[in-house]
């Protein structure tokens, strides 16, 4: 009898853990794809993004925390290297050869965000629908890699005439659906974001056009991420839930 009792004891103690929110910080890595508009869609098409995050969340489910987003891609449509190519349409190299030039769109987000999780098709008080809004900084450049070093016209300093290195502060806006299961593997989030970057040229001179570039730009993105996340509970889920 004593047994049962303990057994029923533990169960009402394991569900009383699950139907109460927690605070935990929460440690991810996502992954992302974004469309850029504005500005930015005038240099680069679409981009992929990898990503790590540390945030907090409260027990009345207010977060809180920072973000870091990598950019990459291929799709460069601004043509920063014109002026070198020949008639054929192509750069040659110091000894007059097609030269191997990759131009490729490289950048970085890193903010400091603040939101809330909503209940939302979950019993768990852990989970739900997650919208965060967030402060920071915006960077991005066309990335030009001469895989023989054979081209003197991008070689050292030289290449920083064409790389359009851009930076400047930004806001985004998060929507999506936060999963903390019971215990520390199958936790993660997805959901669709919102960039705004107020930014403007760091380079003195582009070599192309051959003249100063200060326009202000509004370089906009749009797109999706999906993060695995591990929660750094107080102590293993283990000890409180029961299956």
């Known amino acids: 009898m004593r047994l049962i009792f303990l057994f029923v004891m533990l169960c009402s103690f394991a569900k009383a853990q699950i139907d109460s929110a927690l605070t935990v910080p929460l440690i991810g890595i996502n992954f992302g794809a974004q469309v850029p508009s504005g500005d930015m869609a005038k240099r680069f098409g679409p981009n992929l993004s ?3 995050s540390f945030l907090i969340k409260t027990k009345k489910n207010w ?4 973000e870091f987003s990598y950019l990459f891609g291929k799709n460069v449509h601004e043509d ?3 002026q070198l190519k020949n008639e054929g349409g192509f750069v040659v190299d110091n000894d007059g050869f097609p030269a191997d030039l990759r131009i490729t769109e490289r950048g970085f987000i890193g903010e400091i965000v603040f939101g809330r ?5 979950s019993a768990n008080p852990n989970s739900g629908l997650m919208v965060n809004i967030g402060v920071g900084y915006m960077q991005h ?18 290449k920083y005439g064409y790389d359009r290195l851009t930076n400047g502060w930004c806001m985004s806006e998060f929507i999506g659906y936060l999963f903390l299961s019971e215990n520390r593997i199958a936790n993660f989030y997805m959901g669709f974001d919102f ?6 040229s760091l380079r003195k001179l582009n070599y192309d056009t051959g003249s100063p570039d200060t326009k202000t730009r509004t370089d906009l ?13 107080k102590k293993a889920p283990n000890e409180y839930y029961y299956d």
């Open 80 to 82: 920063v290297l014109k």
């Open 50 to 52: 990898l990503g790590a």
């Open 195 to 200: 960039f705004q970057g107020y930014t403007q």
């Open 221 to 233: 993105l749009t797109g999706f991420r999906i993060g695995w996340i591990l929660p750094l509970y």
């Open 117 to 121: 999780i909503f209940k939302f098709l």
């Open 63 to 66: 977060v809180y925390g920072t």
């Open 141 to 158: 450049k066309i990335h030009i890699y001469d895989a023989q070093q054979r081209v003197a016209a991008v070689n050292g300093d030289l």
